[in-house]
């Protein structure tokens, strides 16, 4: 069963800059899009990046627009979100997901193998 593993999370500072990353072992991800969620404290899930097959980006939230960026890896498998100029309003757990298919569609229920997710706290 896929399921991914997050992880760089941790406890940074306003303005500081984190880099998370996402694996699925046993799993070639080369093929399917990738998406970068987030869900903050007594929020709902929401999603932030995605990055197809080929490598197009497609932008979920305005809030990070300049600050975060979305890679991938294929030759390690890894799909990478970095995250630059870090706001207290980023504090979340961030999951990554795959999507059925090679583009990113919008529509968590279009994505699967939903991790544990890795914990960022933004804070002074």
């Known amino acids: 069963q896929l399921q991914f593993v997050e992880s760089g999370g941790g406890l940074v500072q306003p303005g500081g800059s984190l880099r998370l990353s996402c694996a699925a072992p046993g799993y070639i991800l080369n093929h399917v899009a990738i998406g970068w969620f987030r869900q903050a404290p007594g929020k709902g899930r929401e999603g932030i990046l995605c990055i197809s097959s080929s490598g197009g980006v497609t932008e979920f939230a305005d809030s990070v627009k300049g600050r975060f960026t979305i890679s991938r890896d294929n030759a390690k498998n890894t799909v990478y979100l970095q995250m630059n100029s870090l706001k207290p309003e980023d504090t979340a757990v961030y999951y990554c997901?795959?999507?059925?298919?090679?583009?990113?569609?919008?529509?968590?229920?279009?994505?699967?193998?939903w991790g544990q997710g890795t914990q960022v706290t933004v804070s002074s």
């Open positions: 997901a795959a999507g059925y298919g090679s583009g990113c569609t919008s529509g968590q229920a279009q994505y699967n193998g």
